[in-house]
Nanobody
Framework: QVQLVESGGGLVQAGGSLRLSCAAS????????MGWFRQVPGREREFVAG????????YYLDSVKGRFTISRANAKNTVYLQMNSLKPEDTAVYYC??????????????????WGQGTQVTVSS
């Protein structure tokens, strides 16, 4: 398994931007498919974006398409989530996650085996 540590969360006004980072330990980061999830109290953890370990194909939650971009820097063992045009409904704790294999048509939290501790993103109106 890989250990993950997120950073970059914070408070931002609607329409603003944040970039989340997720630093991974271990020498096999490049062989993991990476994802970002988010969760608000009382709701299930929701898939936001993912990037395959090979080919770099990306997948997004419909409501963030065109606003969020996931990318990875294997040389730095880091995955990023660039979030633009933020909305109050984007407010959540954001988690980085890793899995073996490729992304599926529908991603659930149970598909991923390693998780970070989460970082809070708050978007004010």
């Amino acid at each position: 398994q890989v250990q993950l540590v997120e950073s970059g969360g914070g408070l931002v006004q609607a329409g603003g931007s944040l970039r989340l980072s997720c630093a991974a330990s271990g020498r096999t980061f490049s062989s993991y498919t990476m994802g970002w999830f988010r969760q608000v109290p009382g709701r299930e953890r929701e898939f936001v974006a993912g990037i395959n370990w090979i080919g770099g194909s990306t997948y997004y939650l419909d409501s963030v398409k065109g606003r969020f971009t996931i990318s990875r820097a294997n040389a730095k063992n880091t995955v990023y989530l660039q979030m633009n045009s933020l909305k109050p409904e984007d407010t959540a704790v954001y988690y980085c996650a890793a899995k073996s294999g490729l992304l599926l048509d529908r991603q659930t939290a149970t598909d991923f085996s390693s998780w970070g501790q989460g970082t809070q993103v708050t978007v004010s109106s």
